[in-house]
C-alpha cells in the first residue's frame, strides 16, 4: 500500500459546494485530470488524492484534509511545495494551512543538521536566550558594514548578520563585504571575549550561491542566512546537502506571497528543507502576525515532528523594551534579534548592544 500523507486546506466556500470542492483539490493535487479518464487501476487506487475529512470553521470555511500520496513528492523539495500546493494556489479561496510531514520525507530533505543544540554548542551557550541584529542599512560600503559589525560583536551578541537585502551590489561586492565584515566581527569578537558568529546573507542563482558559501567556509565561519522563498526550496536542499559545515538561518522574505500559513511555511517547511534557525515576523512590530500564529509558529520550529528542533528567531520591529515580554513569551529557546532599534542608538551602539545582551542574559525565565 502506497503510504500517504495529510494536508490541509482552508477554503472559503458555501456548505452546499464543499464536498465537490474539496474532492476538486485532491484531484488537482494529485493527477490534475478528470478521474473518469484514468484506467489504470494502480493510479486509480495509490495515486489519486483522497479527501480525508471536511471540518466546517464557521463563516463560510471549512479545513479540508486531503490524503497524498508520498511517492509523487520523491525526495524534491520543489516538488513538494509543487504537490500540496502548487495548482491549487492560484484559487484565491484556498489557504493551505498544515501538512503532517511523515518521517520519510524527513529522511529524504535536509532537515536542520544542527537545530538548536547545535547554535547552542558553538556559542558555549547551554541555558538562555540567543541575541542577533542585522547590518544595515543598504548602500553603506563595506567598511562602513564591517565597522558596524565590529562595534555589535564588541557589545557580547551572539550573532550579527546582513541584513537580507544586502547581496552583490556594487557599493558592497560580495566577497569583499564578507571579508571585511567578518575580519569586523572577529576584531569585536576578540575584544569582547565572545565568540560571536557573522552570518553572510548569500544570494543570486545555485552556482552563485555555491562559490559565495564556499567563501564563507574559507573565512572560517559556520553560518549563511538564505531566503528560501527567493533561491527556492530545491535550492536550499541542496545547499544544506552540500555544505553541512553551515548552520542555515533563514529569511521569511516573500513569504506572506503564497498563501501559505506562516506557522506551516516558516515554523514547518523552512526546518524541512534543512534552516536551522527561522526569522520570522513577531507580534507587536512592524507586521501582523498574531500572537497565536507566532506561538504555533515557535512551537513547530521547536517541536520537529522527529526531526532537530530549529531555532525560533523573532525579529521584525521589536525594540529593546519588549525584551522581557519577548522573552517570556517565547522562552529560552529562541533567538532575539532586534535591528532598526538597536541602531538608533548611532555612536552609542556599542554600549546599546551590551544592554540588550546584558538584559538576556540576565533574564529569569518563570
Partial sequence: MTERFSVTYHVRGAPADIEARAQAIAVEQSVEMPIAAIRDQTVLSEIVGRVERIEDLGDGAFAVRV???????????????NMVFGNTSLHDDVVLSDIAIPHSLIQAFGAPRHGIAGLRSRLGLPRRALTASALKP?????HALAGLAEQMARGGLDFVKDDHGLADQSYARFAERLRACAAGVAAGARASGHPTRYVPSLSGNLDQLRTQATLALDQG???????PMICGFATLQALVREFPELAWLAHPSMGGAARIAPELLIGKLFPLLGADAVIFPSFGGRFGYSRQTCRRLADNARRGDAMRAALPVPAGGT???RTREILDFYGPDTMLLIGGNLLLARERITAETERFTDAVAAHVFA
Avoid at 490524503?67 to 511545495?81: H, I, K, P, S
Avoid at 543598504?138 to 563595506?142: D, N, W
Avoid at 565561519?221 to 531566503?227: E, K
Fill in 67 to 81: 490524503g497524498l500520496a508520498t511517492a509523487t513528492v520523491g525526495d524534491d523539495a520543489g516538488q513538494l511545495l
Fill in 138 to 142: 543598504q548602500g553603506l560600503p563595506s
Fill in 221 to 227: 565561519l559556520d553560518c549563511a542566512l538564505v531566503a
Fill in 319 to 321: 525594540t529593546l523594551d
